[in-house]
């Protein structure tokens, strides 16, 4: 390394994605050689006082092109559940410092433990610096009376530490309009949220959206009734226009986020990186984009596209590592929005690439979770989905590299998922697939996938995909 390395140099020679910093200095041996990597640390830490702001056309609150998705919380050891709050209050900590003041977290997720480490985190702060949201997960039955919905509502009031919420949300509407009725209405939930947000204890009022085109419009024509203050939809490059041909029970993303434009009505976003399959492209996809780009992250193309349309009011990532918090922070911070080219770039070419892999399009959101069988259905999926894009699934026994990718496949699949909780589990019980907002028939992938290793266990592959023989 030159004493005056540039990060363009820096990248060339040690990748684009993450530097492991001690493994890098472990090879460096000059004075020169580590005040390079001091410097190219010093210049990807993100800028404190240069995050992107949009604009509530309804109230005039300044937020965060940045928020906070308190889905996929850190944990102390390899088990999910054991939270590490220490982390989480540092992270949010120093998402504050550098100009994050949106977070999004439910009853429901991580367990039902995210508005617990949330509170505990947000409420070390000046209740002036952040907006949260939360929402009305009322998805079973038993909790759609009235007095277990308010329950419910008052609790997260408790477990966040808060006498008001900021932009309150009912949660994952879509299904269909007797569900929206029976979660909201018939049980006078909405008119119960309606005095509650006139009364100040809750800022703005919405819905976030997966399902039909007819029920979204059929909820955003209450809007006269109920004024939504916002709506949080999926957007991304590749639900842009592939939602509908992904899963015929999902809307495009340019509908839903034009019917609100027109509107007037902002823009939460969630889901800018599909669960992580955006960021873990095919290695072509990748070279491409780091061609165009080599000082960006894979990551970085999904969060420009999200936050350049100016009706996005914030785009939500679950940032689970310091790592993940930082890289996005220098997506915003500040935002520089997509030329035409680069847009045109992944809506038609990277885009149409994926949505030619075929894969299984889980999003990681662990909304099946918990299987009542112990099956980790997300980890099972994202394995399979990663083989896939990699190029290294074993398909034919006749490939020279067969053998070594069988190995390596069947080896990872037991790193990332216990035994016990892979899906030669699975008993079709179905209890996972009504919750799925990307409608997967869960079920019938894991046993295709369940065939797919036990073929590979017995060594029986000519076409190993899903379960499938040539």
């Known amino acids: 390394m030159k004493k005056d390395i540039s990060r363009r ?28 990597v001091e410097e190219y640390k010093q210049q990807v830490e993100p800028p404190v006082g240069k995050m992107t702001y949009r604009t509530n056309p309804f109230n005039g609150d300044k937020v965060s092109l940045l928020g906070y998705g308190m889905m996929r919380l850190p944990s102390k050891t390899e088990n999910q559940d054991d939270y590490d709050q220490d982390m989480i209050n540092r992270q949010i900590d120093y998402a504050i410092e550098h100009g994050v003041n949106y977070f999004d977290t439910s009853p429901v997720y991580c367990q039902g433990k995210s508005e617990a480490c949330t509170g505990i985190a947000l409420s070390r702060h000046k209740r002036s610096e952040y907006f949260i949201a939360t929402k009305l997960s009322n998805f079973n039955p038993a909790l759609q009376t009235h007095e277990a919905s308010v329950e419910m509502y008052q609790n997260s009031m408790k477990q966040l530490q808060v006498d008001y919420i900021d932009y309150y949300l009912l949660h994952a509407v879509g299904g269909g309009m007797n569900e929206f009725n029976s979660r909201y209405v018939d049980n006078g939930m909405m008119d ?14 919405g819905f976030s959206f997966h399902g039909h085109q007819e029920v979204f419009d059929e909820i955003l024509a209450m809007h006269d009734k109920y004024h939504w203050d916002f709506v949080q939809i999926e957007l991304n490059y590749l639900d842009w226009d592939f939602a509908n041909e992904i899963s015929k029970n999902n809307v495009d993303a340019h509908y839903l986020y034009d019917e609100l434009h027109k509107m007037g009505i902002p823009a939460v976003i969630m889901e800018p990186l599909l669960g992580g399959r955006l960021n873990n492209l095919p290695q072509y996809l990748v070279a491409e984009l780091k061609q165009r780009n080599p000082e960006r992250s894979v990551a970085s193309w999904a969060f420009r596209y999200a936050g350049t349309p100016e009706g996005v009011l914030t785009v939500l990532s679950g940032m689970t590592y310091m790592e993940h918090l930082k890289d996005n922070l220098l997506s915003y911070c500040p935002l520089v929005p997509l030329t035409q080219t680069e847009q045109k770039y992944l809506d038609e070419q990277v885009a149409e690439s994926i949505v030619g892999l075929e894969n299984i399009p889980c999003n990681d959101c662990k909304y099946c979770m918990p299987c009542p069988y112990g099956i980790d259905i997300p980890a099972i999926f994202v394995h399979y989905n990663k083989c896939k894009n990699d190029g290294t699934l074993p398909r034919l026994k006749m490939d020279a590299e067969y053998h070594k990718l069988r190995r390596n496949y069947l080896i990872g699949l037991d790193r990332a998922v216990p035994r016990l909780r892979q899906a030669d589990h699975c008993i079709g019980c179905g209890q996972c697939e009504p919750h799925c907002p990307q409608s997967i028939k869960i079920p019938r992938e894991l046993l295709k996938i369940s065939q797919f290793v036990e073929d590979l266990k017995q060594n029986k592959v000519e076409k190993a995909e899903k379960g499938e023989k040539a």
Do not use: M, Q, Y
């Not at 119960?192 to 009022?205: C, D, P, S, T, V």
């Open 192 to 205: 119960f949220l309606l005095k509650e947000r006139e009364a100040g204890r809750i800022r703005n009022l």
């Open 9 to 36: 140099s820096f990248l060339k020679l040690f990748g684009g994605g993450a530097v492991t910093t001690a493994a890098v200095l472990a090879g460096c041996k000059s004075k020169n050689d580590i005040k390079a």
